[in-house]
């Protein structure tokens, strides 16, 4: 009796070492195998990453000479997806067209002067800014540029904002 | 017998038929159906008894089967349009065109896929109520109740790629609107959508991206996930069904798959295949201008199913209605079957008599509900308005949505309080939370008109 407890306990011994290694291997094949995952997961996500076509919409609009727009008028853009809005102080902002909502065009309604939203109700004033929920921000703006009394919009980043301000708008410097 | 067969030297033809079993057809007596359906392939996925109350049609009411018939028939109606489909921004519409006007039989083609995929939403939740109501989620068919939510959401996803691949105005605008919800999800959400799209808007990334998605991962996911779902259905066993009144029965008669159960499904799919090709004939599948990315139309809706969302993001903030909410739902939902431990309700209709009056009673409760407050919300209630000094997230999103949690969770307690047990309670929260949300999802549907003002549907007024 004494003797094969003796002996089991022997036998143990190795055992217990073997687990200890075991613990090991175990952990080393996990790392391995969250390794390989990323591995197959970056790969994956690389490979479907969206690809990017330089010279459409995206790149700069020459909209036109500053006279050609009257104080108080928009202007839509189709191919740049914008509308040229000259405020009546003359000042210039470009709107994007794409509801901050869920992403509807945004058509202008010369009735009440505002940017009213088909798809939800959505209401923007000239500048962009919110009048009517749900949007949760005004619309977003494009650079306006004006160079040689020529009014140019880059329309490659769309400028995301809180509240439309003052500094958003582009004058024609000293004219 | 063997040598009978062999001495009349059988004709050719016949041997080649008889040789596709593996056992002698027609089978001769119980024994011979049984080995039958346990040694074909197909009629495998039975075993060879089944349990006789479980036969009873308005048992299952042959949903689940029907989900599979229907998976069939789009499987074999998808690839057909396959052959007669371009996916391209330029060339998708007009291939639609072509389909419906220069190809033999199909508009009927498209026609049975727009059906199938619309009746398959349809059939696959009323076969979830099904199971829920009947607590056939129970120990030990958890798991496959995942499983189910697994196919629900697959066939979700399935109906939203296959909705863009017209490339009507339809089409366009829904996915823009579907894919837009996307980007309210905390830090990700504007990456997972461009990735999704393939750009900042809809276009012809989007379109390559959807199309691989429908015609390739959708359907191998589903169908690996159906195999699985179907494999634990047989070794499970379907929950027997019994009444409130009834302990459960200590031996439940058995009868051979062959004819009972086989017969019952032939029948019922042929009938469902000929209404469902009849209704094809004569209905067609809408289709509208080609898309046009400058113009929304007024209003623009999403596809019904995303109507009850939709109508939800009217009155919450994006990021409660089209990420706290759903993602509770459906959490929600994926863990109902572990909450469960009660096993004395597996196999009856409603739980008990008082659950069946309870959830009756919320049915009522949850769709009033949602009127009103639809209606609340819609003409008296301007909560931005009354708290100017919070951000619209907090006013229009914390608020209200903590006062409908503590109103549901007040629900609960009061049902506890006349004497409910908790599966009784859960089941009645499920059915409110359910009705609200059907009853939301009619409101888009019917009652939502240009500028998504509140209006009486078509043909009521005028
Ligand atoms: C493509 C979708 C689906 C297919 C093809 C399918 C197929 C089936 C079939 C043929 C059965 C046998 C009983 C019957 O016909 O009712 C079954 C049972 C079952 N299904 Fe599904 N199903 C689908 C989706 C779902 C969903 C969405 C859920 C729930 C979230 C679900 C949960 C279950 C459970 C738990 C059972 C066992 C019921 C019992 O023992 O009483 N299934 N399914
Ligand atoms: S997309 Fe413009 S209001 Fe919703």
Same mark, same amino acid.
């Given at each position: 009796m004494s003797e094969q407890r003796l002996q089991s306990t022997q036998e143990n011994r190795p055992e217990e070492q073997d687990a200890t290694r075991r613990d090991f291997l175990k952990i080393a094949w996990g790392v391995a195998g969250l390794l390989a995952l990323g591995e197959g997961t970056l790969v994956g996500l690389r490979f479907l990453a969206p690809r990017t076509v330089e010279g459409e919409f995206g790149g700069v609009f020459t909209a036109g000479a500053v006279e050609d727009f009257p104080p108080g008028s928009v202007t839509p853009f189709e191919t740049g997806?914008?509308?040229?809005?000259?405020?009546?102080?003359?000042?210039?902002l470009a709107?994007?067209?794409?509801?901050?909502?869920?992403g509807c065009a945004v058509p202008y309604d010369p009735a009440?002067?505002?940017?009213?939203?088909?798809?939800?109700?959505s209401a923007f004033a000239l500048d962009g800014e919110v009048l009517n929920p749900p949007a949760p921000r005004p619309l977003d703006l494009f650079p306006v540029g004006i160079e040689d009394g020529m009014v140019l919009v880059d329309t490659g980043k769309p400028l995301q904002r809180d509240h439309a301000s003052p500094s958003d708008v582009t004058y024609a410097s000293g004219g | 017998m063997r040598q009978e067969i062999t001495q009349t030297r059988e004709p050719l033809l016949r041997?080649?038929?008889?040789?596709?079993?593996?056992?002698?057809?027609?089978?001769?007596?119980?024994?011979?159906?049984?080995?039958?359906?346990?040694?074909?392939?197909?009629?495998?996925?039975?075993p060879s008894k089944v349990a006789k109350p479980t036969l009873r049609f308005t048992y299952t009411f042959g949903l689940?089967?029907?989900?599979?018939?229907?998976?069939?028939?789009?499987?074999?109606?998808?690839?057909?349009?396959?052959?007669?489909?371009?996916?391209?921004?330029?060339?998708?519409?007009?291939?639609?065109?072509?389909?419906?006007?220069?190809?033999?039989?199909?508009?009927?083609?498209?026609?049975?896929?727009h059906w199938s995929a619309n009746l398959l939403l349809v059939v696959v939740v009323l076969h979830m109520l099904r199971v829920f109501f009947t607590g056939g989620f129970r120990t030990p068919r958890e798991f496959n109740w995942l499983l189910g939510i697994a196919l629900l959401l697959l066939v979700v996803a399935a109906n939203f790629t296959g909705y863009l691949l017209p490339w009507d105005q339809l089409a366009y605008w829904a996915i823009t609107v579907g894919t837009s919800l996307l980007s309210y999800i905390p830090l990700a959400g504007e990456v997972i959508s461009r990735l999704l799209l393939g750009g900042p808007e809809v276009g012809a990334a989007t379109l390559t991206n959807f199309y691989a998605l429908h015609i390739a991962v959708i359907p191998l996911l589903m169908a690996g996930i159906a195999s699985f779902h179907l494999w634990r259905v047989r070794k499970?066993? !379907?929950?027997?069904?019994?009444? @409130?009144?009834? $302990?459960?029965? +200590?031996r439940v008669e058995k009868v051979t798959t062959i004819p009972h159960l086989i017969s019952r499904e032939v029948v019922f799919a042929l009938v469902m295949l000929a209404l469902l090709i009849g209704w094809s004939a004569l209905v067609n599948a809408p289709l509208e201008e080609a898309a046009n990315p400058s113009h929304s139309p007024n209003p623009a809706k999403a596809a019904w199913y995303f109507l009850?969302?939709?109508?939800?993001?009217?009155?919450?903030?994006?990021?409660?209605?089209?990420?706290?909410?759903?993602? !509770?739902?459906?959490?929600?939902? @994926?863990?109902? $079957?572990?909450? +469960?431990?009660?096993?004395?309700?597996?196999?009856?209709?409603?739980?008990?008599?008082?659950?069946?009056?309870?959830?009756?009673?919320s049915t009522l409760i949850g769709v009033a509900a949602a009127v009103g407050l639809v209606l609340l919300d819609e003409f008296v209630l301007d909560l931005p308005a009354l708290l100017p000094f919070?951000?619209?997230?907090?006013?229009?999103?914390?608020?209200?949505?903590?006062?409908?949690?503590?109103?549901?969770?007040?629900y609960g307690e009061f049902l506890k309080l006349l004497g409910a047990r908790a599966c009784e309670v859960r089941q009645a929260l499920f059915v409110l939370l359910f009705a609200g949300f059907i009853t939301l999802t009619a409101i888009g549907i019917f009652f939502r008109g240009p500028g998504m003002a509140l209006v009486l549907p078509r043909g009521v007024l005028s």
């Open positions: 997806r914008f509308y040229l809005v000259r405020l009546e102080d003359g000042g210039f709107i994007y067209r794409r509801c901050t909502h869920l009440s002067g505002q940017f009213v939203c088909p798809c939800h109700g | 041997r080649m038929w008889r040789s596709m079993q593996r056992d002698p057809l027609p089978p001769r007596d119980d024994r011979g159906r049984m080995r039958l359906v346990m040694n074909s392939l197909v009629l495998h996925l039975h689940g089967g029907l989900s599979l018939l229907l998976g069939g028939v789009l499987g074999v109606t998808g690839v057909l349009l396959l052959f007669a489909y371009t996916p391209s921004p330029e060339a998708a519409y007009n291939s639609m065109l072509t389909l419906q006007t220069r190809v033999w039989y199909g508009q009927l083609i498209r026609n049975l896929h499970d066993t !379907l929950t027997v069904p019994r009444r @409130a009144d009834e $302990p459960p029965p +200590e009850g969302l939709q109508e939800l993001l009217l009155h919450f903030h994006p990021f409660f209605a089209a990420i706290v909410i759903p993602g !509770l739902g459906l959490t929600a939902l @994926a863990v109902l $079957p572990y909450l +469960e431990s009660d096993m004395d309700v597996a196999g009856v209709w409603f739980r008990s008599k008082r659950g069946r009056w309870l959830a009756a009673f919070l951000p619209t997230i907090i006013s229009n999103g914390w608020v209200p949505f903590a006062a409908l949690l503590l109103a549901i969770i007040g």
